[in-house]
T-cell receptor
């Protein structure tokens, strides 16, 4: 099915663990983004990618790592999870001149 | 001051009312996006505008590039329209990163 998917949809992990959130899009969009959404903060950009093997920091990159070896995948890794990283994470893809499409979100709880 | 300002922050309406949500921005843009997010739900793109007006069903979005202002209108509002509406701009200098407004929480009562 065409679209943008995220996995897992829900994740509970412990402080200090490494966690990887997956994002996959089927449109071959050039741009992909990771956002976090916290109550009272709206959407904040963590990292983005303009193409495979090109990534750049957003507004709140500390504690996160991304890679993009293939156009369709853009995983986000929390190297050592902290409670402050408890949030809802949205992946999005975009081709300039067109609408931005969001994944369904991953609700991450760090205990 | 935020580069993208939305008003109102919260809006309560009765079913059937005509609703307007405003978005003002202070930077040069290549496009403006309107997004919708239902409680606990995902984010859906409603419109992408670079000029003029677009209409999907009961939703209408307009943009005035000279005045740096956009409006989202909902005609014949319904309780299912209750959601957060987010304005976001693709700045000319941003490399396609969106800059988001704070969102407008809309509640439509039956």
């Amino acid at each position: 099915d065409a679209g943008i998917t995220q996995s897992p949809r829900y994740k509970i992990t412990e402080t200090g663990r490494q966690v990887t959130l997956m994002c996959h899009q089927t449109w071959s969009h050039s741009y992909m983004f990771w956002y976090r959404q916290d109550l009272g903060h709206g959407l904040r950009l963590i990292y983005y990618s303009a193409a495979a093997d090109i990534t750049d920091k957003g507004e709140v990159p500390d504690g996160y790592v991304v890679s993009r070896s293939k156009t369709e995948n853009f995983p986000l890794t929390l190297e050592s999870a902290t409670r402050s990283q408890t949030s809802v994470y949205f992946c999005a893809s975009f081709e300039r001149g067109y609408e931005q499409y969001f994944g369904p979100g991953t609700r991450l709880t760090v205990t | 001051k935020n580069e993208v300002e939305q008003s109102p922050q919260n809006l309560t309406a009765q079913e059937g009312e005509f609703i307007t949500i405003n978005c003002s921005y202070s930077v040069g843009i290549s496009a403006l996006h309107w997004l919708q997010q239902h409680p606990g739900g995902g984010i859906v793109s409603l419109f992408m505008l670079s000029s003029g007006k677009k209409k999907h069903g009961r939703l209408i979005a307009t943009i005035n590039i000279q005045e740096k202002h956009s409006s989202l209108h909902i005609t014949a509002s319904h309780p299912r329209d209750s959601a957060v509406y987010i304005c976001a701009v693709d700045k000319e200098t941003s490399g396609s990163r969106l800059t988001f407004g704070e969102g407008t929480q809309l509640t439509v009562n039956p």
